[in-house]
């Protein structure tokens, strides 16, 4: 369990870019050297096994160049079981950087790579570096966004977890000025080596733009297919500040 969580930390912490909830990352970068982003997020997790946590992640973005962003990432975790003591504390840090590789017109091609520290407290974090490929392909159509994801995530070298692979299918809209909504389908093959079934969700969101400094986001996440080791649903806020 312990470690299932952690993971849910990268896939959550990596995506909360610029359109936090989402889990698909975005081609979006914050354009010249020296410019900053701050990203307080929060996400609650019920699982089917019973238990519960929530993860509350404060993320560091920099611009490097018009198309390289480099970000790291502290998550805060606590964790809740109906049969024995809750847990609570630092989960691992991570450090990941962004590049797009193409821009034309209305189309992008990017990656992104994670690296996830073992600088967790004991029995919350994985207890070994783990790693994660991001590839990103985004269109768009008018008001509209089509983004498609493909990751791979080294997680073989913890134990009972193998490494996951799957893919997100994600399209948002600008109804508004200061209102975008949105929604994806995940699709991967599990991280718990003992898990058969496939992890497939599905999360919509929605992010209000005050100004184009500030993102304020709400989101709900459902699992699809229903096992011990997933989480059943997920409430998801965050906020965001561009210097």
């Known amino acids: 369990m312990l470690k299932r969580a952690s993971a849910g930390i990268l896939m959550l912490s990596g995506i909360a870019y610029a359109f936090y909830p989402f889990n698909a990352e975005d081609t979006n970068t914050l354009g010249s050297f020296g410019r900053l982003q701050i990203e307080t997020n929060y996400a609650y997790f019920k699982n089917y096994d019973g238990s519960s946590h929530q993860d509350y992640i404060l993320q560091l973005t920099m611009g490097i160049t018009p198309k390289v962003d480099l970000a790291v990432v502290f998550p805060y975790s606590a964790f809740r079981y ?57 269109k768009d159509i008018g008001d509209s966004t089509l983004n498609f994801n493909a990751f ?46 496939k992890d497939i969700h599905i999360l919509i969101g929605a992010v209000f733009h005050p100004n184009d400094r500030i993102d304020i986001s709400l989101g709900l996440h459902k699992s699809l297919n229903r096992d011990k080791s997933f989480s059943n649903y997920g409430l998801l806020a965050g906020l965001l500040m561009r210097f």
């Open 82 to 138: 109906p049969d024995r003591e809750d847990l609570k504390g630092l989960n691992d840090a991570s450090i990941f950087i962004k590049h797009i590789l193409l821009e034309q017109k209305d189309l992008k091609l990017g990656y992104k790579i994670t690296a996830v520290l073992d600088t967790g407290k004991k029995g919350i974090g994985y207890g070994k570096p783990v790693y994660n490929a991001n590839v990103m392909l985004e």
């Open 152 to 197: 791979y995530t080294k997680a073989a070298q913890v134990e009972e977890l193998r490494d996951i692979y799957g893919f997100y299918l994600h399209a948002y809209t600008n109804l508004y000025k200061y209102l975008t909504l949105g929604g994806e389908l995940k699709y991967s093959i599990p991280e718990e080596r003992d898990t058969k079934k």
